[in-house]
C-alpha cells in the first residue's frame, strides 16, 4: 500500500481530489441504497501490466497495526502461494476476480469521484471524470469501514491509474489554455487541403483553443467547397486572420478608493461587407482566444443574415457582477476611452453580450457621446429613454425559437406538448421561455453558473416574471424553489439529464461535453437549437451527429439580434413606433429566409435535408460563399 510521502505529495493529491470534484456531475446515480455493486477488483479486461506497476505520490510505508487489523478482516476466495514458491516458479498469483459489496450512503459522502451506474445488467462503480470502471478504476472495498489511510490508498492508486491521469490532462490542458499535442479534432476526416489551413492556423496561434475549435468546425463545413475551387483556400487562409485586433488596459477606481486594472479586447474581423456589427462581453474568463472566436462566429452570422455587414466581437474580463452602479460607470468609462476612437456609424457599432446590459451600454455610450462629441448611430442594444423603444431585447431569443418552428414544420411537427430544456437565465434564455410558452411547449429549466433550476410543471409567464425578478436583485435561482415547492435546484449540474424533446443552451460555449451529449441522446432529445455561440464541445457534435439530433447552428438560428440591430439602426425604425406583432412578423420573414438560405446552400453541395449536418454546413457554406465574393471583388485587401 502506498501513501503521499510529505507535503508536497499531499497537496498534489488534494488538488486532483479537489479537480474531481469540480468534475462530479449533480448527483451519484444509485439505484438504491443497499444494492450489490460489482466492484471489478480482479484483473479483468485491463492491462495485466499494471498490478506491477508503481504507484506515484510516495514511497511505500511500513503496514501499521491498523492496517493489520483490517487485513484480518478481508474475505479472500482464495489463498496466495509461499512468497518463496511464487518468486521461484514465476507462476501468476491467483486473485479473486470480483468483491461484491453493497453501495452505501457513506460510501457517497467519503469518494466524491465516483457515481453508480448499469452497465450490461449489472451496477459498477464509474470514475466522475473518466466515466470507465473496472480494474484501474477500482475504490477500496471497504470504504469508510477502514482507516483513513485506507481509503486514501484508494484514491491514490485511482488517481494514478493510466486512463484516470489522461482524463486530468485533458481536463488540466483546457483550463490552462494550453493546446495539446494532436489537437486537430477533425483532421482525419478533412482532405489534405483542409487540414492544411488548421495547421497553418495552429502554428500562427497554438494557443487559442476556442478560436482553433471554431474554425476547425468552419474548414471541416467547408471541406466540399474547397474540393470544387481551390481559389477558396486563399481567401478562407485571409478570413481567419482578423483586420484588426485592439487589446488595451482599463484602469478604475473602485469605490473604496482601489485602483484596479483589467484588459479590453476589440477584434475587427472583417469589414469586406460593411462596417462591423457585435457584442461587449464583461465577464471574467474573457481572453483574447474568445475574442476572435465570437468575432469569427459574428462574421459568418451578419453574412448570412439578410442585412449584409461586417463582423467583430469585443470585451474585457471585468466583473459586473457585485459591483456596484458607479464601479461600474468608472469602469465602462475608462473602457471607452480608448474604445471610442474605433467606433463609429460607419466603422464600428457595439451591442450588448454576456455580462452588457442596459446599465453596461447606458454609461458606454454615454462616455462615447462626450468623447465624439455627437449623437450619430447609437449603440444598438436596449434603449432607455435617450433612444426610444427597444427591439433588440427579445429579437434573439424569439428568434431561436422561430428558426426551431420552422424546423419543425418541415418534419410535420410543431411545439404545442413538447418539452424543452433551457440553459442560461439571462436575456436570451428568459425569452425562449416566453416564446415557447406561446407555442404551447412546456419549457422546464433553466440555469445559472452555480447549478439549474428544473420545474416539471413547467414555466409560465408569472414564474418568468418572477425569475426576472430573482436575477435583476442577483439572487440565486435556488431562491425559486422557495416560492415554488415542487421545483428543485441541483449544485454544479447542467440540464442535460432532464428529458426532453428540444434543447436550447443559452448560456456560454462548450457548456455541452461529450457526457452531457450522451445525456440528451439517452434523454429523448432530437433537435438542439443553439442560443450561445458553440455551445458543443467537438466530442459532443459527434455523439448528436451520431445519435441523428438535428442541431440549429447558431450562426443561423441566432441571427434575429443581427436583424432587430439592423431595424433599430433603420431611420423608419427610429422615428415610429413598432407594434411587437410587426416586429415579431419581419423577424419571422427574416428568419425565415435564413433557414432557407441554410438548406439551400446544403443541397447544392450535396447535404440532405435530413441529415443532422444539414443546417449546420449549409448555414457556413453559404455565408462564406457570400463573404467570399465580396472579398475576391475588392481584391487582396
Known sequence: MLLPGGGLGMNSMMDDMN?????????????????????????GDDDPAFANTPLIGG????????????????????????????????QPVKRKKKVVKRW?????????????????????????????????????????????NMQMSALEEHNNSLLHKEALRLQMASKDKIIADKPIYVKALMSKTAGSIVEAALKRDPHEVEFIQSLQEVVHALERVIAKNSHYVSIMERLLEPERMIVFRVPWVDDRGETNVNRGFRVQ?????????GGFRFHPSMTLSITKFLGFEQTLKNAL??????????????????????????????FMN????????????????????????????????????????????????????????????????FFAQLLLADLNKDFKGLRCVVSGSGKIALHVLEKLIAYGALPITVSDSKGYLVDEEGFDYMKISFLREIKAQNRSLR???????????????????????????????????QSDAISLVNSGCRILVEGSNMPCTPDAVDILRKANVLIAPAVAAGAGGVVAGEFELNHECNSVNWSPEDFESKLQEAMKQTYQRSLKAAADFGYQKESPEALVHGAIISAFLTL?????????V
Open 104 to 148: 452505501r450512503e457513506e460510501w457517497a459522502d467519503t469518494y466524491k469521484w465516483a457515481y453508480v451506474d448499469v452497465k450490461e445488467g449489472t451496477a459498477r462503480i464509474f470514475c466522475s471524470v473518466c466515466r470507465e470502471y473496472g480494474r484501474k478504476h477500482r475504490r477500496n472495498p471497504y470504504g469508510n469501514e477502514g482507516s483513513r
Open 19 to 43: 479537480l474531481i470534484q469540480q468534475a462530479q456531475r449533480h448527483h451519484l446515480v444509485v439505484r438504491e441504497l443497499g444494492e450489490e455493486i460489482d466492484l471489478e477488483i480482479g484483473p
Open 269 to 277: 474581423f472583417n469589414q469586406a461587407l460593411g462596417p462591423c456589427r
Open 479 to 513: 431562491d425559486y424553489s422557495k416560492t415554488y415547492a415542487r421545483s428543485k435546484y441541483y449544485d454544479e449540474a447542467k440540464p442535460w439529464t432532464e428529458r426532453c424533446d428540444v434543447a436550447f443552451p443559452c448560456a456560454t460555449q462548450n457548456e455541452i461535453d
Open 628 to 636: 467570399a465574393q465580396a472579398m475576391t471583388d475588392q481584391g487582396c
Open 305 to 334: 443574415s439578410p442585412y449584409k455587414i461586417g463582423g467583430a466581437a469585443g470585451g474585457s474580463d471585468f466583473d459586473p457582477k457585485g459591483k456596484s452602479d458607479n464601479e461600474v460607470m468608472r469602469f465602462c468609462q475608462s
Open 338 to 401: 480608448e474604445m471610442f476612437r474605433y467606433l463609429g456609424i460607419d466603422k464600428d457599432l457595439p451591442s450588448e453580450e454576456m455580462g452588457v446590459g442596459t446599465r453596461e451600454m447606458g454609461y458606454l455610450f454615454g462616455q462615447y457621446r462626450r468623447l465624439a462629441g455627437h449623437f450619430q448611430g447609437s449603440f444598438t442594444g436596449p434603449r432607455i429613454f435617450w433612444s426610444g423603444s427597444s427591439l433588440r431585447t427579445e429579437a434573439t431569443g424569439y428568434g431561436l425559437v
Open 59 to 90: 514511497p511505500p510505508r511500513e503496514p501499521s497495526a491498523e492496517d493489520h487489523d483490517e487485513s484480518k478482516n478481508m474475505v479472500m476466495v482464495s489463498q496466495l502461494p509461499s512468497d518463496d514458491q511464487d518468486m521461484s516458479k514465476g
